[in-house]
């Protein structure tokens, strides 16, 4: 943790004299906040998961560390542009206020979930939660459409994506739901004439709950978190079983998915559009792409340097979906693949702690948890740099945005929860096993 506040106290140093060419003044306060916010959560740990993987937490605390730095730089250089608006939002100041937010939630998401095996006990509970968090952006009155997607609910000045929760919400469902089934999901039971086939009846509600969830999502016209929740549950379903045939009728599912929005829904069409071919679209909505690639070729190996770049001037929404260009201008080659390193690393650590859960439903959660972070990841660096066609979704603890980073900061407590459990089961198992052989040893040498 020490060594991530030091990386990104030294980024932000950078930045400002790249940008002013002079000493940061805030930079005390600075450096106050984030050491406060980074000892809330070691001191959290301590108390409430001490036996938790010790690699999640300072990778978090970089990356959001780093995407407060470039929001920040972002900041500075579209308030000195002439089209600035004089009542121009800062948004650096509300990325640290819902950084303290989320640090909150991590805090209290420990103090109240002591068991993993407890959320379980209110699966449909959860599913119920996980509807209506669904379905407030489609409310009148409340609900918001931003550009062309309606995940937005407002209450007077205050704004939020539900479907941030929502996808934790659901994750824990299908998880509990396939833990619960596995058996009647992996092995043949119901005959068809002389053969044993898998019984259908078990996916019925699963896959009715799952069909509502992607109904809902594009209804409200996002089509990110529709191949997210499609990702999750192909991913634990295939993860629960094991067969790889769940997995090509998956793969395939998402073929005919694919080539229907794409061809009939107008966002879907112009996203596919944009990723074929963006260059007759570079006036309009092919424009940020095309800028975002100019951006990534500028940056080189090592980058125009922080505070250097021009992309947070020309790309537009560089606070949010196009984040990673800006970095990949700055930082260069080398400094967007520490990112990308970063999420490989959370990714790795989140499936090892599946691997050493103590029960089957928190391995499933944890699998569930990891791929909402690491395809969350993949999904919107693939947009940027032309793998797949953009998705509009956040780079997790990077983007700008308070609902986003309060959820990941959730995920990443029920993550912190599972691997205390399952490293505390590990120690116990191996304590026994110690004793064992230590009385076995002591029965030979005394020959009783």
Not at 249 to 263: E, I, Q, R
Request: charged residues 10%.
């Amino acid at each position: 943790m020490v060594a991530a506040a030091a990386i990104i106290v030294a980024a932000y140093v950078l930045m400002i004299v790249g940008n002013t060419s002079k000493f940061p003044s805030n930079l005390t306060p600075l450096l106050l906040c984030i050491l406060g916010l980074g000892a809330a959560t070691h001191l959290a740990n301590r108390v409430f998961v001490p036996d938790a993987n010790a690699v999640v937490m300072p990778i978090v605390f970089l990356l959001n560390g780093l995407g407060y730095v470039m929001i920040a730089r972002i900041d500075q250089a579209l308030c000195h542009v002439p089209t600035c608006h004089p009542h121009y939002p800062y948004y650096a100041p509300l990325q640290a206020a819902w950084t303290a937010g989320g640090v909150a939630a991590y805090v209290v998401t420990l103090a109240v979930v002591r068991r993993s095996r407890d959320l379980d006990r209110y699966r449909y509970l959860l599913l119920a939660v996980g509807v209506i968090l669904l379905l407030l952006p489609l409310v009148p009155g409340i609900g918001r459409n931003i550009q062309g997607a309606r995940l937005w609910i407002q209450i007077g000045s205050f704004e939020f994506q539900p479907v941030e929760i929502g996808k934790i919400v659901l994750c824990i469902f299908f998880a509990s739901y396939f833990a619960e089934k596995r058996e009647l999901l992996t092995i043949p039971t119901a005959r068809f004439g002389n053969r044993l086939v898998l019984d259908p009846r078990p996916m019925v509600p699963i896959v009715l709950a799952w069909g509502f969830a992607i109904l809902v999502m594009s209804l409200e016209h996002d089509i990110g978190f529709s191949a997210l929740l499609f990702t999750l549950f192909i991913g634990l379903l295939w993860v629960t079983t094991g067969r790889t045939g769940y997995l090509v009728f998956g793969l395939l599912l998402f073929g005919v998915g694919a080539y229907v929005t794409g061809k009939y829904f107008a966002q879907t069409h112009i996203r596919v559009e944009d990723w074929l071919n963006p260059w007759p679209l570079a006036n309009g909505t092919g424009g940020q792409l095309v800028q975002s690639w100019y951006a990534l070729g500028n940056g080189g190996i090592g980058g125009t340097g922080l505070g250097l770049g021009q992309a947070a001037y020309l790309v537009s929404n560089s606070n949010t979906d196009f984040i990673f260009a800006v970095i990949g201008e700055e930082m260069g080659l080398l400094g967007s693949t520490m990112v990308v390193v970063a999420f490989l690393l959370l990714a790795g650590t989140g499936l090892h702690i599946a691997q050493t859960a103590r029960s089957e439903f928190a391995k499933l959660v944890a699998t569930g948890l990891t791929i909402i972070i690491g395809f969350q990841a993949f999904f919107i660096i693939g947009g940027i740099v032309r793998i797949l066609p953009l998705t509009g979704i956040t780079l997790p603890f990077i983007s700008y945005g308070g609902s986003a980073l309060i959820a990941n900061y959730i995920l990443v407590a029920l993550l912190m929860r599972i691997s205390d459990e399952g490293t505390a089961a590990v120690d116990a198992a191996e304590q026994a096993k110690y004793e064992a052989d230590l009385e076995r040893r002591r029965r030979l040498l005394t020959g009783n």
